[in-house]
C-alpha cells in the first residue's frame, strides 16, 4: 500500500514564524503535491514537484517555497506565517504509472 | 481553465438506499477522473481512479461512471451505510499532473 505521511496532525505558530510542514511518501513516486483546504474554497494547489530540485507553482504560491532535496521527502516552507495561512495542509504524491494521487493524513495549521 | 462542480452539496439519506453523486467538468480532454473520500478533519482516500479510456470502474460497494463527451461522471453507492458518512470529492487530471477538484457532497446516511 502506498503510504504518504506528514510531520505533524496539528502546528499552533505564531505570526512571523518560519514553519517547515513535511512529507514523505515511500513508493517512489515522481511527482509530489502540496493543497491547502479551506471551508467555501475547496482544495487548492500551492507547490508540486515532478523530481529531485525540481518545482513548479501551482494556483496560489505566494508567501510559501517548497524543497525536494530527495525524492521520497518534499517540504513546505512558510517564510514568515501569516494568520491567513490558518488552514488544512494536505500533501499527496502520484503514481507515475496511471496517474492516481494518494494523499497524507493532513497538517491542522493554525497561525495565532 | 478546467472547472469541476459536484452535486449536490449534502445528502442525507436512510440506511439501505443506494445513491448517486454527480460531478461534472467543462473541459473534456481529461487524463483521468479520480474520486476520493475525505472525513471530518483528516485527508483524502482514493476509492476509485478512471482513465480517459475507460467507461466505468468498480470496488465493492462502489460504481463510477465516466462519460467524456458530456463532461460527466457518477459515483453510484450501493446498500449505503452509516459508515458511508463522509464528504465525497471527484478530481479531474488534465495530464498536467495537478488534479482540479470538485467541491465535494457531504453525505450522511442515518441508521
Redesign the interface.
Known sequence: DVK?TQSSRYLVKRTGEKVFLECVQDMDHE?M?WYRQDPGL??R?IY?S?DVKMKEK?DIPEGYSVSREKKERFSLILESASTNQTS?Y?C?S?ETR?????????T?LTVL | KQEVTQIPAALSVPEGENLVLNCSFTDSAIYNLQWFRQDPGKGLTSLLLIQSSQREQTSGRLNASLDKSSGRSTLYIAASQPGDSATYLCAVDNAGNMLTFGGGTRLMVKP
Open positions: 504518504v511527482n503535491f475547496g482544495l494547489l508540486f515532478y501551482g488544512m494536505l499527496a502520484r496511471n496517474g492516481e494521487q494518494f494523499f497524507g493524513p493532513g491542522r
